[in-house]
């Protein structure tokens, strides 16, 4: 070991004089313990969140859509939609037609964007299928030969029809609560494509039975969204063969907006594309601003933990001023002695520093497996608090905290250096 090592680290470990040095010392070591560890669990957090919402936003809708510019539908969709399957990069498409509309049970009510699909294609491009109750999606599988249209229901309180007779729906989890609806239960959608009459619009209503429900832990999605089969949705909408939107999948979310453009193009004139990076950007910009002023406030714990290692240090010297002159009447340079104080901030700094680094990685490891911080839903769109630690963030977090504890020793190391021996053993 080297001479400046070993000496700092008999300092370190020596018993002092005066008692508050050894508190201050210790309370530097916890103090960065602290703000390493905080650190550590906050970009485990902002990581988490990101993650999540990324996932399940990706995972809950198409990664590009294609719909018209002038919003009248999709025509003649069965051939755009082979001749698109080919476009390069494209992984899987669906068709679809939405609408918002207003679906209710008794005097339960509650507003949702109602989508038409195709079982089997939908769940090549969207997670939120896979989630459903059993029999969900059997239920809304094309009929192979036309049993009972879905009814219309100019007064709806007045009639009562067998749920089983029923075109069926699939609602989010929330919503289904909402209106206080079942699995097999009669549920009234009200859409705004009603009859022209010399009254006015009349909206159109239609009983579905509820086939299931899907819960995918995003609040948007299970508290506002609900599906129909393909067929049912272009009746309850008066829209013959039309499509709202095709959805695609592709093979890489980074090119996403390229091959949203070579899909734009492939399509023809009167076509627009949107993709997820689009559409959620704001979103992800905000929490990326989020982990950067987290970052910032929580390293001020580090800053608070610097200081006291400059305060221990100073005292330190004052301590050791005596020995400083004997080290240096023997032939110890300036040099040597600035590098014992440095070598010592090091040293609290490097073991705050693991500690931290342990006890965050740790925090951070049992928060994502145990799941015990429970949020709601219906403010943060999760349910659970994730945690996502990565190794990189551990890399800054300690190249920052060493960076910032090493400054604070430049002052009194460089005090120690200039002691003079003779004006310091004068009196001794």
Same mark, same amino acid.
């Given at each position: 070991?080297? =001479? ?17 040095? !050894? ?170 494509? !009603? ?12 009983? =579905? ?10 609040? +948007? ?26 959805? =695609? ?8 907006? +390229? ?10 004139? !009167? ?158």
């Amino acid at each position: 070991m080297r =001479f400046e090592l070993y000496v700092a680290a008999r300092y370190l470990k020596a018993k002092r004089r005066q008692a508050v040095v !050894g508190v201050v010392t210790a309370i530097s070591i916890a103090g960065v313990t602290a703000g390493v560890a905080a650190l550590i669990i906050a970009l485990a957090i902002t990581n988490g969140m990101r993650r999540d919402l990324q996932d399940k936003l990706i995972g809950s809708s198409a990664h590009v859509q294609l719909m018209q510019m002038d919003g009248r539908g999709i025509p003649d969709w069965q051939a755009l939609l082979a001749r698109l399957r080919a476009v390069p990069h494209v992984v899987a498409a669906s068709p679809g037609l939405y609408e918002q509309v207003l679906v209710a049970r008794g005097a339960r009510d509650g507003g949702a964007l109602i989508e038409g699909i195709l079982p089997d294609d939908e769940r090549t491009v969207s997670d939120l299928l896979t989630k459903a109750t059993p029999g969900a999606v059997q239920a809304l599988e094309p009929q192979v030969a036309p049993r009972v249209a879905p009814q219309v229901d100019p007064q709806p309180a007045s009639v009562n029809p067998q749920s089983a007779e029923l075109p069926p729906i699939v609602l989010g989890s929330d919503l289904a609560d909402t209106i206080g609806a079942i699995a097999g239960d009669s549920v009234l959608v009200i859409s705004p494509q !009603g009859e022209m009459t010399p009254v006015g619009v009349i909206p159109k209503y239609v009983r =579905f039975r509820l086939a299931g429900t899907f819960h995918s832990g995003f609040y +948007q999605y299970d508290a506002q969204m609900g599906f129909l089969r393909l067929a049912d949705a272009q009746r309850l909408f008066d829209e013959p063969d039309v499509l709202s939107v095709i959805s =695609f999948k592709v093979d890489n979310l980074n090119h996403a907006p +390229q091959i949203a453009h070579a899909i734009e193009q492939a399509a023809g004139p !009167g076509y627009m594309t949107t993709n997820w990076t689009d559409e959620n950007r704001e979103l992800f910009r905000a929490l990326k601003l989020e982990q950067i002023v987290t970052f910032i406030v929580i390293a001020l714990i580090v800053i608070v933990a610097a200081l006291n290692i400059l305060i221990a240090l100073t005292m330190m010297v004052m301590e050791k001023t005596r020995d400083i002159a004997v080290m240096m009447s023997f032939g110890v340079t300036p040099g040597q002695v600035r590098r014992i104080f440095l070598l010592q901030g090091l040293l609290i700094s490097v073991v705050g520093t693991a500690l931290g680094l342990v006890l965050g990685y740790l925090a951070s490891w049992a928060g994502g497996h145990y799941h015990f911080i429970h949020l709601s839903a219906d403010v943060y769109s999760i349910d659970t608090l994730p945690f996502a630690p990565r190794v990189l963030d551990g890399v800054v977090v300690a190249a920052v905290s060493i960076g910032i504890s090493i400054l604070a020793t430049l002052y009194p190391s460089s005090s120690a250096a200039k002691v003079l021996p003779a004006e310091a053993l004068r009196y001794e």
